[in-house]
């Protein structure tokens, strides 16, 4: 993600605007001088215990249908509906397409993305689904670029931080 994000806010990526994955200073003034909050939905995992290996690779997996595999969760849901009534809140992207339509059970990422949705949906704030930051299965190289090009087909120049004189253009890549 820290690829990817910077470069909407300039008009040209010379220098390449990427931020180190490790540089928690560069991220959070970024962040700072962009108005960008960001947070996850999951708080914590009761149910887990990191002395077993299937809950160890589930958890480094990184997947979340392998968090799936756990009962007890303690999200992060109204907290985030908190924040985005008391900053102010004017856009809202989860990085995770998921499938926003059918039955959905009660205590998964599905269930609480549907609840900030319709509270944005309610109180007319934008939000959207944009494909994860990892662009795991996004044809195209380079990756970055793949998924520079996908979030701006889907959001276009609506992210609110956008340079004005950004060009998807500067952005090339092949489809495999």
């Known amino acids: 993600m820290w690829r990817v994000l910077p470069c909407f ?3 040209n990526p010379n220098p390449d605007p990427a931020i180190h994955r490790l540089n928690i200073n560069a991220q959070r ?18 149910d887990c215990d990191i ?6 690779n589930w958890i480094n997996s990184v997947r979340d249908a392998d ?22 809140v004017t856009n809202v992207y989860f990085t995770k397409l998921g499938n ?9 990422f599905e269930n609480q993305m ?11 704030i934008i939000n959207q689904r944009i ?16 998924l520079i090009s996908e979030w701006h087909a889907g959001i276009g120049n609506n992210f609110p931080f956008t340079h004005p004189d950004f060009n998807i253009q500067n952005f090339p890549f092949n489809i495999n």
Request: net charge negative; aromatic share 8%.
């Open 9 to 11: 806010t300039v008009a």
């Open 51 to 56: 002395n077993n290996a299937d809950h160890r």
């Open 131 to 146: 494909y994860t930051p990892s662009a795991q299965g996004l044809p195209g190289t380079p990756r970055r670029n793949a």
């Open 114 to 124: 549907r609840i900030i949705e319709r509270y944005c949906h309610e109180n007319n």
């Open 100 to 108: 926003p339509v059918g039955n959905v059970q009660a205590n998964t």
């Open 67 to 88: 968090l799936q595999y756990f009962n007890e969760f303690e999200w992060n849901t109204d907290n985030i509906i908190e924040q985005i009534q008391e900053q102010k």
């Open 29 to 46: 003034t970024f962040l700072e001088s962009n108005a960008i909050g960001m947070t996850d939905l999951l708080i914590r995992i009761n």
